[in-house]
């Protein structure tokens, strides 16, 4: 395996997700699409490579930071947890083989034109090739990239020599009408054909042999999507602009009867069998990929351990194949190929629609593990109109498609509540959502397992060492602190006990067992190694552990339970929102911790002359000033007391408020002075002021807007503003 790993270049990724999306959506879906809204199909065409598109970029993401995990089930899984993780497994299961059933109808269709069968049988042609399919999956045979390469390449011959010869031949009466069932139709023809793009994400589920992913899977993605939507949009005007809709709105071989209008029944008779080939292909691949989604679910506990079981000569799911094919039949057999379609396109669109809340969850939870070395742009844009624009489709698709998808819901409902609920793993959103997002979907509960390096249990008393159970501040590292030495430090100056425990913390996600992560890391030995020179030079008791967790929150909550700490200190990239629906781990650890909580954003300062205490008033002014005096005590550094207060503030409240502040200086060792500054914009203030000094200290800030409030993405704005180095506190009532 080792040696298939990074082996697969741009050309070739493209061509497998070319390869994806080549079949039904062009071969059989013209037709009966252009019956819905006449000779705008390829307008519906281009409206759904652009609505597709915010899953392509997002799932580009999702397997760059997962790129071995095994695609869209196990993303939806990491962000939403089982439960979500068993409805899309069904979803994404259903969704391929209604798609494959689909292309199979088509395949019947172009082989009753070569061998002359009757169009009644060629359903029961297209079962008899899906028995074929069967035993191939369960012998274990199946293309290989050389072929699916072939099978592209002379697809995409045949519909550029249709294009070159149909362009020239287009009638422009055969384009009206335009629109024919109004706006309305074209929109619910988007939603019809969108399921033609679908395979343009199935390459993710490679990622882990891609050279370079972060960068060719992308590409690969949107270059393909790009090739595609060109050839569909052009295929489908040159089908309007030759072919009477009367004649079209029928057919489920277009391909064929364009040929032959073009080339005569010779020209006809190849573009049949590149037909036949190209979707028996796309169904064999189909029903390799939608077999694994019960499989997998099966060995993760979501379905019967029967379903898990493998053929013992072929090493192949031989009772999901089984279960695949089966349904497969009674889709061919029982329903007509326009509900395919519809269904296929249906379960399709969900599934897009989650992994683009996954990227909201993932990115929003700040979950220490993902770091996906690409990006989608325009985030959270992109996502968001993904979302809606998905939630509309299904709209259009009509009240059919929309109660299959409500039954798959409750059909997942139920399998997890009988064979998932007791699953071990959890989502992320599960982990930081708040109420409106949970409500209905799980009931909170802690998890407090935890794994520390050399594998000991979460009753343990000591690591490599002994925990610190008389440790006044606990110091979370996560790996993306500025300077570790320097959060350590800060730790020391607010500390009132003698003790500092300082854990590096690596968080990884659930399919990574934790025992293969619990060998000596050199980065951490390193780490290890300045934060005691530190403690030496500065004379303090640190104690320094590492641990590796599923669950970040859990893992700081349980330490900072066992230390019995005063404080916990970290780093801080100045979010730490915690919005309606989610919340990441700063958010979720400010309204569980039971210890007062620093935050500490790093701006580089390494020494300390000036600290800035601004406070709004009415805060704990006490606590605060004691805090920051501690810190000045032991930089020998001085305070300056901060409040700005609204323009229109009488004189009287201002000295009062001065002679207070004063009065409360007058207990700290510290040089110490006091501002009272009038002004309505208290952040400009505030960054004007910080300029002159090396720390601000600042309280818990107010709600911010509502847009802050329900994603959670916005910064602290004082913060963000901050001239240097900011350190905010949450301080409990003692």
Not at 320 to 340: G, H, N, P, R
């Amino acid at each position: 395996m080792k040696k298939l790993e990074r082996s697969l270049s741009l050309t070739s990724v493209i061509a497998i997700s070319i390869g994806g999306m080549l079949g039904s959506g062009i071969f059989v879906l013209p037709g009966l699409a252009a019956a819905k809204t006449g000779s705008s199909i390829w307008m519906a065409y281009l409206i759904a490579a652009i609505c597709i598109l915010p899953a392509a970029l997002s799932k580009s993401e999702l397997a760059t930071a997962m790129p071995s995990s095994g695609g869209t089930y196990v993303y939806i899984e990491r962000a939403f947890g089982p439960l979500f993780g068993t409805i899309a497994g069904f979803g994404l299961w259903l969704s391929l083989l209604f798609k494959s059933a689909f292309a199979l109808v088509g395949f019947g269709a172009y082989l009753s034109i070569l061998i002359n069968i009757d169009p009644g049988l060629t359903k029961y042609i297209a079962v008899l090739f899906l028995v074929l399919i069967l035993f191939l999956n369960i012998m274990g045979v199946k293309k290989v990239g050389k072929v699916q390469i072939f099978i592209v390449s002379i697809s995409l011959t045949t519909l550029a020599l249709i294009l070159l010869f149909g362009l020239p031949s287009t009638s422009s009466a055969l384009l009206d009408p335009f629109l024919l069932k109004g706006k309305m139709g074209l929109f619910s023809t988007v939603a019809f054909v969108y399921i033609s793009y679908a395979g343009v994400t199935k390459v993710a589920a490679i990622a882990g042999e891609i050279k370079n992913p972060g960068t060719n899977l992308p590409r690969a993605m949107i270059l393909s999507l790009f090739i595609m939507t060109i050839i569909y949009v052009s295929v489908a005007f040159v089908l309007v602009g030759n072919l009477p809709l009367e004649q079209l709105q029928t057919d489920i071989k277009p391909i064929y009867t364009i040929s032959k209008l073009l080339g005569g029944n010779i020209v006809g008779y190849v573009a049949a069998l590149v037909g036949v080939i190209t979707l028996i292909s796309m169904a064999n691949s189909g029903v390799l990929a939608a077999s694994r989604f019960p499989f997998a679910m099966a060995i993760d506990k979501l379905l019967p351990d029967f379903m898990g079981k493998i053929h013992s000569k072929f090493l192949t799911p031989v009772v999901t194949i089984l279960m695949t094919c089966f349904l497969m039949a009674l889709v061919i057999l029982f329903l007509d190929v326009e509900k395919i379609a519809k269904l296929a396109s249906a379960f399709m669109v969900m599934m897009f629609i989650l992994v683009n809340a996954c990227v909201i969850v993932l990115r929003e939870t700040s979950a220490q593990w993902y770091n996906p070395p690409y990006r989608s742009p325009l985030y959270p844009l992109v996502q968001l109109f993904g979302i809606f624009s998905g939630i509309a489709l299904l709209v259009f698709l009509g009240v059919g498609p929309m109660l299959a998808i409500l039954g798959i819901f409750l059909l997942g409902f139920v399998i997890y509540f009988f064979f998932g609920k007791n699953a071990t793993r959890t989502g992320i959103l599960r982990k930081y959502g708040h109420r409106p997002a949970l409500y209905l979907l799980y009931k909170r509960k802690r998890n407090t397992k935890i794994t520390y390096r050399n594998n000991q249990n979460q009753s343990l008393q000591n690591l490599d060492g002994e925990l610190a159970s008389n440790a006044g501040v606990v110091v979370p590292l996560l790996g993306n602190e500025r300077s570790p030495e320097m959060l350590v430090e800060i730790a020391a100056a607010i500390n009132k006990r003698e003790k500092i425990q300082v854990v590096n913390v690596t968080e990884v996600p659930n399919q990574t067992f934790l025992d293969a992560m619990v060998e000596e890391n050199p980065r951490i030995a390193s780490l290890e190694r300045r934060v005691n020179r530190l403690a030496t030079s500065q004379d303090i008791q640190v104690d320094f552990e590492a641990a590796v967790t599923h669950e970040i929150s859990d893992t700081i909550h349980e330490l900072s339970n066992q230390t019995h700490c005063d404080w916990l200190v970290m780093g801080w990239n100045g979010r730490a929102h915690s919005g309606i629906l989610v919340s990441n781990p700063i958010g979720w650890l400010l309204t569980h911790i039971n210890s007062d909580f620093a935050l500490f954003k790093d701006d580089g300062v390494r020494y300390i002359g000036k600290v800035l205490l601004a406070l709004r008033p009415g805060r704990k002014d006490k606590n605060f000033i004691a805090v920051a005096d501690r810190i000045c005590s032991f930089y020998n550094a001085s305070l300056t007391l901060l409040h700005v207060v609204p323009e229109k503030t009488d004189w009287d409240t201002i000295n009062n408020m001065e002679a207070h502040s004063k009065k409360l200086l007058k207990k700290v060792d510290t040089s110490s002075m006091v501002i009272v500054q009038r002004d309505n914009d208290s952040i400009g203030a505030i960054s004007k002021a910080s300029a002159s000094f090396d720390l601000l200290i600042l309280g818990t800030p107010q709600k911010d807007n509502w847009i802050s409030v329900l994603f959670g993405t916005g910064k602290d704005k004082f913060t963000e503003k901050s001239a240097c180095s900011v350190l905010r506190l949450t301080m409990r009532d003692h």
